[in-house]
């Protein structure tokens, strides 16, 4: 009954609405999860969900973990991700100035206006790319398009562009184990045992290879990373300023929120980095801009603050026009959410978004996510002492365990438990061994080698073949 | 009545009228398996089969299972009954090429399901005009043409280029969905297609030539004459999964009156003057016709031995 009403339509988009503003709030609290690994998590509630429902789930989810990811950067000093860090240097600071309160607010209600910003940008650009897309997307530019963002992630993300192709090749040569329709071959057919384990033909299934080769390594970097941290404040978090004092302490920081609106919605689609320049260039440009002016407080500044948090929530929409139009995922967590869609036998181009509306339905979402998630999560963020009660250790373990859980639970919706376990077990070695690299760069080859070698296999046919 | 004797009553009765309740409910289960892309023509007609027999008050889901494998396993972990589509072409490209059997036998095999012309197509917009004559010319006066395709067919359309003296490339995509689109947008000259609705609806598309030359289209013996793939039909046929005797039997006679009644599916087949199931069945086609269409489909590519193998289930 419930699973029911969770899929039908009207009520379903609610539902995947509040299960993705909890799902997100969530996900910004747990340092290390983000939102590629809570998409994993929460994939068993999504194998049923309308296409829509899963974008909707998604965009509230992306969305309130910029929120929570920025409560306990400003309670705790503790980076969520790398686009919090603007928010761990002046919102501790601020939070020790004894104004946290003020400072989560405001960036708070600056990202409804931010997200506002992005609606119209979005919504403003839509007519003309999509007569641009419809006019001009042939085989050619999609594999322009794929190769932008293959070479995007090897060169923009992590330590070397050396390392991060060897974990690209990696995780393209993990995808190409089993047979492929197009070009029709089955990989390796001599050297891999495939006539001994026959499942190796459907190739290695994405759950275990990413708690393996993505997951662990993440949770392993993020345990070293904190492995003696200490909750740095004894101040715990108190708030008894009415709401209306709030909105008048933003009021005073309205045109910062406008400036990092305007740069989040620019830098929105630069491939897996558009939030971290977005929040960084942002707080940049806000700190400079105060120091000239004068008005720049080394205690801790909300101008910075607020400009830097509302530019992380207006790429977000943004981020989101080349999947929903192209296919083509601009983070991490897209790539997931797109093999997620995959997995559900959903299809996800130009003409389904224009057909169905998805993009215009989805902003108007995205403003009524950001208000709905003040409303229901301002009420938790008193309770945010609460989480000092758990170590990093435990949260790492519990991250872990229900990820392990979770590989039994889809392995034996597909009547392969122990295919899913023992692959994920083979596979741990290997991502002990890249547990200092980018292993984001091995999911994202993972989930889009098939893609990539359609586009090259037809691209090659056409024009030399 | 003692008190035990009007529970044991009330219990019984109880019991009766569930079990009543039960077997009143209990739908007919009949699933449609696509072992294909979830993007083509195939995938569409699952989804239309599926609630054609929802409306007939079946338990019916589509189960995309996307490949031979996952298909054969679904159909070995799976107890509901159901069928998928199978043509010659993709029994001998997936055993040939991915060791993939498809089980086809007297206990599997269904019935045949459609007989539809292939076409040949280009673009309105690149204005080489509605003549026949005029097309052949301008392929004809290129060096090299490319044609998009699916790779479900096990020739690369070479042969073509001995009647117009260039070379015409075979592109292959994942799926209909992805040529047509592909095509559309203006990756390759020509478009070999099968031919439906879409085909025939799609404004800039001329489909100047189809197997048997339906809708006023030139016949491909008459301008493709040399040509191997000329007579080449899309005989498709429908495989049954997890059944007995009687759901077989049941499934032939349900599939017969949602292809025939059923205002979607009906319509999908005969505006595109695809002759379906009781009209196959009149011509006399069947389990006999799949092999045949394998074996000519092999072309003497595959031994004697090979196709008894695979006409028992096996690979070799």
């Known amino acids: ?206 759950f275990p290879v990413v708690v393996a080769l993505y997951v662990f390594p993440t949770l392993w970097q993020t345990r070293e990373q904190f492995k003696d941290f200490r909750y740095e404040s004894t101040r715990d978090y108190v708030d008894d300023a009415s709401m209306w004092k709030h909105i008048r302490e933003w009021w005073k920081h309205r045109w910062s929120t406008l400036r990092g609106s305007a740069f989040g919605a620019m830098v929105g689609m630069m491939p897996y980095i558009s939030t971290t320049v977005a929040s960084n260039t942002s707080y940049a440009f806000e700190k400079k801009r105060g120091i000239n002016n004068g008005t720049y407080r080394k205690d801790g500044d909300m101008d910075s603050l607020v400009a830097a948090e509302t530019a992380n929530n207006s790429c977000i929409l943004v981020q989101l026009m080349p999947l929903l139009l192209l296919g083509v995922p601009m983070t991490g967590a897209e790539s997931v959410l797109l093999s997620l869609i995959d997995s559900n036998s959903h299809v996800l181009n130009w003409q389904v978004t224009l057909e169905q509306s998805i993009f215009t339905k989805l902003a108007l979402w995205f403003i009524l996510i950001n208000v709905a998630a003040i409303i229901l999560c301002w009420p938790m963020v008193r309770h945010v002492n609460q989480l000092k009660r758990f170590s990093m250790n435990q949260m790492m373990w519990g991250t872990a365990i229900i990820l392990v859980l979770l590989v039994f639970y889809t392995g034996s919706q597909q009547n392969a438990t122990w295919y899913f376990f023992i692959v994920m077990v083979i596979l741990l070695p290997l991502g002990y061994l890249l547990r200092r690299t980018e292993t984001l760069i091995l999911l994202i080859a993972f989930i889009l080698q098939d893609k990539l070698m359609q586009a090259t296999v037809i691209f090659y046919n056409i024009n030399f073949g | 009545m003692t008190l035990i004797q009007r529970l044991a009553a009330i219990v019984i009765a109880l019991t009766i009228s569930a079990m009543a309740t039960t077997a009143f409910a209990e739908k007919k289960v009949l699933d449609v398996l696509v072992p294909y892309s979830n993007t083509g023509n195939n995938w569409k007609q699952a989804v239309m089969f599926s609630e054609a027999l929802k409306s007939k008050g079946y338990d019916s889901e589509v189960v995309h299972t996307a490949n031979c494998f996952k298909n054969n396993r679904h159909i070995k972990d799976s107890k509901r009954p159901g069928f998928y589509f199978l043509a010659a ?228």
């Not at chain 2, 007995?244 to 039997?249: A, D, E, H, L, T």
Request: charged share 15%.
């Open chain 1, 1 to 206: 009954m419930i699973e029911s009403l969770f899929h039908t339509t009207a009520m379903g988009d609610l539902l995947h609405v509040v299960a993705g503003i909890l799902a997100g709030f969530l996900s910004g609290l747990v340092p290390g999860v983000g939102n590629t690994i809570m998409l994993f998590m929460l994939y068993p509630i999504l194998m049923d969900s309308t296409l829509f429902q899963m974008l909707v789930f998604y965009v509230a989810l992306a969305s309130v973990s910029q929120f929570s990811g920025s409560v306990i950067a400003t309670v705790f000093g503790v980076p969520g991700e790398s686009s919090s860090l603007p928010a761990v240097r002046e919102g501790k600071r601020l939070y020790e100035r004894g104004v946290g309160n003020f400072a989560i607010s405001s960036a708070a209600i600056g990202s409804v206006l931010g997200s506002l910003v992005s609606t119209i940008v979005v919504l403003s650009l839509l007519p003309f790319v999509a007569t641009g897309i419809m006019k001009f997307y042939s085989t050619n530019v999609q594999f322009f398009l794929m190769w932008t963002v293959t070479l995007s992630v090897c060169v923009l993300l992590g330590n070397s562009w050396k390392q991060n192709v060897l974990v690209f090749g990696i995780g393209v040569l993990l995808s190409m184990i089993g047979e492929h329709l197009m070009p029709s071959f089955v990989f390796a057919k001599d050297v891999l045992p495939y006539r001994q384990f026959p499942m190796l033909y459907e190739g290695l299934p994405l």
């Open chain 2, 89 to 316: 072409t993709d029994l001998i490209v997936n055993a040939k090429n991915k060791e993939c059997m498809q089980k086809v036998s007297k206990k599997t095999y269904l019935v045949p399901h459609i007989y539809r012309s292939n076409a040949v197509c280009v673009r309105k917009s690149d204005n080489i005009g509605n003549n026949t004559k005029a097309i052949l010319a301008w392929i004809g006066s290129k060096d090299r043409v490319t044609m998009a395709s699916t790779h479900m067919l096990p020739d690369d359309f070479s042969e073509l280029g001995n009647q117009f003296g260039n070379t015409v490339k075979k592109v292959e995509y994942k799926g209909s969905s992805k040529a047509f689109k592909g095509f559309n947008a203006g990756d390759t000259d020509l478009l070999y297609i099968g031919y439906t609705n879409r085909e025939i609806n799609a404004p800039n598309l001329n489909c100047f030539a189809t197997t048997d030359g339906v809708n006023g289209t030139a016949k491909f013996s008459e301008v493709f004459p040399g040509w191997n793939m000329s007579k080449l039909v899309f005989f498709n046929h429908l495989i049954g999964a997890n059944m007995n005797g009687k759901q077989k039997k049941d499934a032939r006679n349900i599939i017969i009156e949602v292809l025939e009644n059923d205002p979607k599916l009906s319509a999908y087949y005969n505006n595109a003057f695809i002759p379906t199931t009781a009209e196959l069945e009149k011509r006399g086609l069947g389990f006999d016709d799949f092999w045949v269409d394998v074996t000519a489909w092999a072309d003497g590519s595959v031994s004697d031995s090979t196709m008894k193998a695979w006409k028992k289930g096996k690979l070799k």
